[in-house]
T-cell receptor, first 112, second 114 residues
Framework: QKEVEQDPGPLSVPEGAIVSLNCTYS??????FMWYRQYSRKGPELLMYTYSSGNKEDGRFTAQVDKSSKYISLFIRDSQPSDSATYLC????????????FGQGTRLTINP | KAGVTQTPRYLIKTRGQQVTLSCSPISGHRSVSWYQQTPGQGLQFLFEYFSETQRNKGNFPGRFSGRQFSNSRSEMNVSTLELGDSALYLCASSSPDRGEEKLFFGSGTQLSVL
């Protein structure tokens, strides 16, 4: 079993929809949680960076962490075609921030 | 401020050859990490260098090695290439000594092994 599980999709939704992306993890040592966005032929770009359980909002994006359930989510409101990309969750454990453990990534398409 | 730069963008090699990939971190960043991305395994950590010293290492064979220079630029080497080494190799930089733990990735080097 992988330390971080993420549904690879693909996920296709109409423009303007609310998108929910999720990851579960098994290692309770994970302390920091991130969401990256990766466009085709590009490197991952950091979207959200959270530590504690609860919600963190940044524009149309909301990251949610539930450490008791070992579950994290990313919500995208008013989705746009430019949001079409692969979204990766990532986590940091005790070995430090440079060794991220990634989910498989969810490929998202927003249809105009 | 310029981002993380990786060269070359694309490489085609044959089995048994060796390859060297290069990474220039964001100016002022002293930590460089390398990751391998494949459709089957996703993103996997290779190793991390800080001030020319390897601090962390992932679960990859010894054919994968790296180094960091005094200007923080880093190189990754893969010897005796195998078909399964075909992947996107990503470099990321950060500045943990300045409290900047977040990783910033380059666009990667796409390696194809024939």
């Amino acid at each position: 079993q992988k330390e971080v599980e993420q549904d690879p999709g693909p996920l296709s939704v109409p423009e303007g929809a609310i998108v929910s992306l999720n990851c579960t993890y098994s290692n309770s040592a994970f302390q920091y949680f991130m969401w990256y966005r990766q466009y085709s032929r590009k490197g991952p770009e950091l979207l959200m960076y959270t530590y504690s359980s609860g919600n963190k909002e940044d524009g149309r994006f909301t990251a949610q962490v539930d450490k008791s359930s070992k579950y994290i989510s990313l919500f995208i409101r008013d989705s746009q075609p430019s949001d079409s990309a692969t979204y990766l969750c990532a986590m940091i454990g005790i070995q430090g921030a440079q060794k991220l453990v990634f989910g498989q990534g969810t490929r998202l398409t927003i249809n105009p | 401020k310029a981002g993380v730069t990786q060269t070359p963008r694309y490489l085609i090699k044959t089995r048994g050859q060796q390859v060297t990939l290069s990474c220039s971190p964001i100016s002022g960043h002293r930590s460089v990490s390398w990751y391998q991305q494949t459709p089957g395994q996703g993103l996997q950590f290779l190793f991390e260098y800080f001030s020319e010293t390897q601090r962390n290492k992932g679960n990859f064979p010894g054919r994968f090695s790296g180094r960091q220079f005094s200007n923080s630029r880093s190189e990754m080497n893969v010897s005796t290439l195998e078909l399964g080494d075909s992947a996107l190799y990503l470099c990321a930089s950060s500045s943990p000594d300045r409290g900047e733990e977040k990783l910033f990735f380059g666009s990667g080097t796409q390696l194809s092994v024939l």
